[in-house]
């Protein structure tokens, strides 16, 4: 069974940007949750969709939205890039009724 | 949200040293998960604990579950350069039917040759 990937795998950006993230979960998984991942605050929770809804959202600002495609597909895009958003960026997918969250390779992102 | 807080931090040893990392909360966790992140990659589920007390084993990794659940170890024992990353653990928050997990910061780990 394939993994999770997520493109681009890096990506530079400069301020005041936005930019738009992808996300293919493992076949058959509906849940794809989306984490950041910093050196100084390490991996936050941004959102979680199940079934194109968004289930739960992380203590982000609205800049920070996602959504997800009936077949699974989730992107998520950071609008008015600022530096502070330099990140890993992870996406996850679960199946249903288990925590177990298998988690991409990330898309680095650097804002300049 | 739960706080979980890891130590060490950091940890370099040479290969053939044993290791123990610390997981903690003030909380009772419902379940505690433990990855391994290496450079460039996603996180790795290791384990999984559930119950108090609870001792599991993957060939050279120990991790226990503290008997009041607020606390977990993962213990190597003949570390190989193979092991270094970045040991993580994690508890889910599964209320509201919403599958989200509350990372600690994590114990980057160097095994020198």
């Known amino acids: 069974k394939a993994g999770v990937t997520q493109t681009p795998r890096y990506l530079i950006k400069t301020r005041g940007q936005q930019v738009t993230l992808s996300c293919s979960p493992i076949s058959g998984h509906r849940s794809v949750s989306w984490y950041q991942q910093t050196p100084g605050q390490g991996l936050q929770f941004l959102f979680e969709y199940f079934s194109e809804t968004q289930r739960n959202k992380g203590n982000f600002p609205g800049r920070f939205s996602g959504r997800q495609f009936s077949n699974s597909r989730s992107e998520m895009n950071v609008s008015t890039l600022e530096l502070g958003d330099s990140a890993l960026y992870l996406c996850?997918?679960?199946?249903?009724?288990?925590?177990?969250?298998?988690f991409g390779p990330g898309t680095r992102l650097t804002v300049l | 949200t739960q706080l979980l807080e890891q130590s060490p931090q950091f940890l370099s040893i040479q290969e053939g040293e044993n290791l123990t990392v610390y997981c903690n909360s003030s909380?009772?966790?419902?379940?505690l998960q433990w990855y391994r992140q290496e450079p460039g990659e996603g996180p790795v589920l290791l384990v999984t604990?559930?119950?108090?007390?609870e001792v599991k084993k993957l060939k050279r990794l120990t991790f226990q579950f503290g008997d009041a659940r607020k606390d977990s170890s993962l213990h190597i024992t003949a570390a190989q350069p193979g092991d270094t990353g970045l040991y993580l653990c994690?508890?889910?928050?599964?209320?509201?039917?919403?599958?989200?997990?509350?990372f600690g910061k994590g114990t980057k780990l160097s095994v020198i040759p």
């Open positions: 909380s009772v966790f419902s379940s």
């Open positions: 996850a997918s679960s199946g249903y009724g288990t925590d177990t969250q298998y």
């Open positions: 604990v559930v119950t108090g007390g």
């Open positions: 994690a508890t889910p928050d599964s209320g509201a039917g919403s599958y989200q997990l509350t």
